[in-house]
């Protein structure tokens, strides 16, 4: 079952600026990343799910409901976390995630034990009783996305939650949301403008840009198709190149490696029958994972 | 090695129990705001202007009760009450309606509220109500003591109490008017601003602004004029209002134009909530 769909989703801000044009994605449950460069209309996307603005052509459902007429239902099932700073200074993380998740509807009883709960998954413990301006970034961090799971939703939307984290931090908030995605059953949407990122955490990936889909598709399918192997001799090269051309494995060449497309295994043995006839030193064989940049790059010069 | 006090990861749990929704949600924000008015469950800081104020107008009503019991030609009433302490009520809103609502713009925390079941209308309400209730009690609580005091040492029996709570009635009825007039453009004036100290001398600075025009237009040669001075000023208006619709004396001379005074305080009221609504409305789709 799809989370997310929408059909042919248009944006259009007053004033003549389209912030997403004609965006049809059906996105099925896990860690999702949504990219595109700053403005490419990832928060736009983000808002119209959760019924903060109407769109101005298309339709989208979250989990088979419609943001703009059943903003309720869909706001009970999602939590959001926003890309600024939101957080009072003067108040502990404790009752500031409290008082959200009674905003959420939560019962008083039930709004403690889940903000606790919630504070204790993120990783804050005993902090959770300071006044939230003495913390780090990356405890600010945390507690925001506290609120966002604060009263167990099934799709969590992540605006840029590693936002000026330091790589340790980065780390960890990824291996979080990593986590939630896989253990605690939620399904996140992660928004970023580093692909890197997010490729490591998530099942699929949204990508946009200028509004637009770039592609919508699994990590998996995406990677699969696209592996290739590096073979690198001390020397003689070429022979080998021309070697593994006449066993019909279409090579090129990358500085002094290689580069043949791993069609299925068999492509390993050929090009390890082909170094020992020819009794070339191998220096390395090894698998080399296209990069999902280089994809979206390369589906990008098409496009255009 | 001991294994006690060991704490186990159980895991994440799944939210079971109900969700109340909007109407809860409403009336939690409005206990929120009611608390954070008078600073309880904020810093220690928070908690020292409400109390000196509110501190000041129950030692006020105090003193009137005492001084009313020894002295029965002592005519202070409770309509008398708000109008005297009206620049400690401007303050306390001037504290009040920033810390309600421009602390929430300056922190950022209005996204998520709005990504929530509230809506914009909701949010409005719930601080309005809850701002409109400390400033309600801060002079209604007064004069219950002043009803206290006098009650206690009528001399007429069951129909002199029966005198005061007619008395106490409308005087509840005007505070509630200070209440509503004051925390519309309180909140209006706030909601512009994430400056707790900008929004609270713009308040400050729209009263202090509008009682020389009053002045002005008091002494002109004119009786139309002269009878319609107060409506320039929040202040003069509410006891244009009081003195219309209450018959109390404030020593303004309203002419005819009573009605208008009535019908200008309604507008201003209606006029403040619109408007809040209309920013928030903005707010709410950021």
Not at chain 1, 265 to 274: E, K, S, T, V
Request: proline share 4%; with cysteine; aromatic share 8%.
């Amino acid at each position: 079952m799809n989370i997310i769909a929408t059909q042919a989703l248009t944006k259009t801000y007053g004033g003549g600026v389209t912030a997403l044009s004609d965006l049809t994605v059906a996105v099925e449950p896990g860690v999702i990343g949504l990219v595109g460069a700053n403005g490419a209309g990832k928060s736009t996307f983000i808002k119209i799910m959760l019924g903060l603005i109407a769109p101005s052509g298309g339709s989208v459902r979250v989990f088979d409901l419609d943001p703009v007429t059943e903003t309720d239902k869909v706001r009970a099932r999602v939590g959001y976390m926003p890309e600024n700073d939101c957080l009072p200074p003067d108040v502990s993380a404790a009752e500031f995630v409290t008082h959200l998740a009674r905003m959420s509807g939560l019962p008083r009883t039930a709004a403690r034990e889940r903000a606790s709960e919630a504070l204790r998954h993120v990783g804050l413990y005993e902090e959770r009783y300071r006044q939230i301006g003495g913390y780090s970034t990356g405890m600010k961090q945390r507690v925001k996305l506290a609120q966002a799971l604060v009263h167990d939703p099934d799709l969590l939307l992540l605006d840029e939650p590693t936002n000026g984290l330091d790589p340790a931090g980065r780390d960890a908030m990824l291996a979080l949301i990593h986590r939630i995605g896989t253990e605690f059953g939620i399904s996140v949407v992660v928004c970023s403008h580093l692909l890197g990122e997010v490729e490591r955490i998530c099942d699929s990936l949204i990508a946009i840009q200028g509004g637009r889909l770039l592609r919508a598709d699994r990590i998996s399918s995406m990677t699969a198709a696209s592996d290739v192997l590096a073979v690198e001799v001390t020397e003689r090269t070429d022979e080998l190149a021309t070697r593994l051309g006449e066993l019909g494995l279409p090579v090129t060449r990358e500085g002094r490696m290689l580069l043949v497309p791993m069609e299925s295994d068999l492509a390993y043995d050929q090009i390890l029958r082909a170094v020992t006839d020819l009794e070339l030193n191998l220096h390395r064989l090894d698998q080399r994972r296209h990069r999902v940049a280089e994809l979206f790059t390369a589906k990008e010069t098409v496009d255009v | 090695m001991s294994e006690t006090g060991v704490i186990h990861d159980i895991g994440y749990q799944r939210y079971e129990g109900p969700r109340l929704g909007r109407a809860a949600a409403i009336n939690a924000l409005y206990v929120h705001g009611l608390r954070a008015a008078f600073g309880l469950g904020r810093s220690a800081k928070a908690k020292i202007f409400p109390w000196l104020v509110a501190g000041i107008t129950v030692l006020v009503a105090v003193i009137i009760a005492a001084v009313k019991s020894q002295i029965p030609d002592f005519t202070f009433g409770y309509v008398d009450f708000d109008d005297n302490l009206s620049w400690l009520i401007i303050f306390f809103v001037a504290i009040l309606a920033p810390a309600l609502v421009s602390r929430d713009i300056r922190s950022g925390v209005l996204p998520l509220y709005f990504s929530r079941p509230l809506r914009a209308a909701d949010y409005v309400i719930a601080k309005f109500l809850a701002m409109v209730t400390a400033v309600w009690l801060l002079l209604g609580v007064p004069q219950f003591i002043m009803f206290l005091g006098a009650a206690f040492t009528t001399k007429d029996g069951f129909s002199g109490v029966w005198d005061e709570v007619q008395d106490l009635a409308p005087g509840w009825a005007y505070s509630l008017l200070w209440a509503l007039l004051f925390t519309s453009i309180g909140l209006l004036v706030a909601s512009l601003t994430g400056k707790q100290a900008f929004a609270a001398g713009g308040i400050v600075a729209i009263f202090l602004m509008t009682a020389p025009v009053v002045g002005v237009l008091s002494v002109l040669p004119s009786s139309a004029a002269n009878h319609m001075a107060g409506l320039a000023s929040p202040m003069t208006l509410i006891s244009g209002v009081g003195s219309w619709a209450l018959g109390s004396q404030i020593g303004l001379d309203l002419g005819r134009y009573g009605p208008i005074y009535g019908i200008e305080a309604f507008c201003l009221i209606a006029a403040s909530l619109l408007l809040l609504l209309a920013r928030y409305r903005k707010v709410a789709a950021l």
